[in-house]
């Protein structure tokens, strides 16, 4: 996953975190072409589940660490399945517990025929790289990569380790990001370059606010059942598995979960208030005061763009159901998206939805869904952070967010471990093509993301 552009409402926001007045940091060419080169090369590694590319992705990037002096010992590869993953450890000088540096290395599937280039040859033209991965979560990676090389070849000494942790299956199972948040759960707080980001505006190209993701609610699907012993169809009863399927939609429909706020999201609608339309705005305003206030709550539901700011929000999303078209159904499900606010547990989920659908239904979790509570801002991650985004872009806000979708920061968050998305991304709402066809990323996200992330660590790791 990649950062989640802003609603309208937040293009020229203003808020919060105080902006400094100074000129951005140079860039130094030569290890802006090193970073370009790392992120062209990655792109050439297909690193969908199923081709076995993750390890051969991962031993290129800790070459590229041993070159740049990590002893071999700190730079572990450990294959897992077909996948792998990597944790290079940059040691410091002092006992604090270690800041993670958090990315994914695989991506999600791309076909050459649907393509206008070919998606694993990266393609470098106007200002833009073209590539499967180049930017979720590649161009998060290189940065990373180059920025440890660059602090290692400088001879930084961070009073604390600096480990970095990159997983080989986010897009799919994330069975390796549980792996690596078991063995690395004594650290201090995780930076992922997987999430965050900033927004630029359309016709100008510059950049409007930085969104720093501390939070993101949770994915759980469940399926809601019934069964039934069926019969002749020219024999109907009341007592119809669909029928009661159709009654546990209409009740999972007509509820709606209870309003909510958190530091994040408070942050977030402060911001959007500032230029949303007015009824938008002033709803946002109400309930900022008021979360019991029922009109501004209704307001902010009715609208696609901040339901799932404000509450938990389940939807029906599959059906299955019958055995034959002249038969009683013997059985039917509903599948249930559900994605939940931080802090409220999946069990008090299943336990709405089993009381919503009544006492003959039958209720599962699908797969091994992970819960956790937003991460505080703290002062110092705030100040670092404040810094590092100046020194590419002095005095663009930065809204604290949620995500609306998982990163492997949910399963650190669930160890309480704090986690931040401080991606490099800085894009168009127009390029925003992760996932999808014709994936590009600017070159100005890999050369801007340098000066933040090297700001970002010498801070923190003071």
């Keep these: 996953m990649r950062f989640g552009f802003f609603a309208t409402a937040l293009l020229l926001a203003s808020v919060a975190l105080p902006a400094h007045a100074a000129a951005p940091a140079k860039g130094d060419p030569a290890q802006e072409k090193a970073a370009l080169d790392l992120l062209v090369k990655s792109i050439g590694f297909r690193t969908v589940q199923g081709q076995g590319q993750v390890p051969a992705y991962a031993e290129y990037l800790a070459g590229v660490l041993k070159a740049a002096g990590f002893p071999a010992e700190d730079v572990v590869v450990t294959p897992r399945g077909e996948t792998a993953t990597l944790v290079a450890r940059y040691r410091g000088t002092g006992k604090g517990k270690p800041i993670l540096l958090s990315g994914h290395m695989d991506v999600v599937e791309a076909k050459r025929e649907d393509w206008e280039r070919d998606p694993f040859v990266a393609v470098v033209e106007k200002g833009y790289i073209y590539g499967r991965g180049s930017a979720d979560n590649k161009a998060g990676v290189t940065v990373m990569v180059e920025t440890l090389a660059r602090l290692k070849r400088e001879g930084f000494r961070p009073g604390r380790d600096l ?227 100046d020194a590419r872009s002095p005095g663009l806000p930065i809204v604290p967010q949620m995500s609306s979708g998982a990163t492997d920061s949910v399963y650190f968050r669930a160890l309480g471990i704090p986690s931040y998305g401080v991606g490099v991304t800085y894009m168009k709402a127009s390029d925003d093509f992760a996932h999808g066809l014709n994936e590009r990323v600017t070159v100005e996200s890999i050369n801007g993301g340098l000066k933040q992330w090297y700001v970002l660590l010498k801070e923190l790791a003071k």
């Excluded at 977030?268 to 019991?292: E, G, I, S, Y």
């Excluded at 799932?308 to 929000?313: E, K, M, P």
């Excluded at 939807?315 to 499900?333: F, I, K, R, W, Y």
């Design 163 to 389: 480990i970095l942790a990159l997983s080989g299956d986010e897009e799919t199972d994330m069975a390796t990001t549980a792996a690596l948040a078991q063995e690395l759960k004594g650290a201090e707080l995780l930076l992922n370059s997987d999430a965050g980001g900033a927004l630029l505006d359309e016709e100008t190209g510059r950049p409007t606010v930085y969104g720093l993701q501390a939070g993101e609610k949770s994915y759980a699907d469940f399926r809601i059942a019934f069964t039934n012993p069926g019969g002749h169809s020219s024999r109907p009863s009341s007592d119809n598995a669909i029928y009661d399927v159709a009654r546990a939609i209409d009740a999972v429909a007509g509820y709606q979960f209870p309003a909510q706020i958190n530091e994040l999201t408070r942050a977030t609608l402060k911001a959007a208030a500032v230029d949303a339309p007015a009824r938008t705005a002033d709803a946002m305003k109400r309930f900022l005061a008021n979360q019991a206030d029922a009109d501004a709550v209704a307001t902010l539901s009715a609208d696609p763009e901040w339901i799932g700011t404000i509450r938990t929000t389940c939807v029906p999303t599959m059906l299955e159901g019958g055995h034959a078209l002249n038969a009683l159904p013997q059985s039917a499900a509903v599948m249930v998206n559900c994605r939940i606010f931080p802090g409220v547990s999946i069990d008090t989920v299943k336990a709405k939805l089993a009381e919503l659908a009544g006492p003959k239904a039958k209720i599962t979790v699908l797969g091994d869904p992970v819960a956790s509570d937003a991460s505080p801002l703290r002062p110092d991650v705030m100040a670092a952070v404040r810094k590092a985004i």
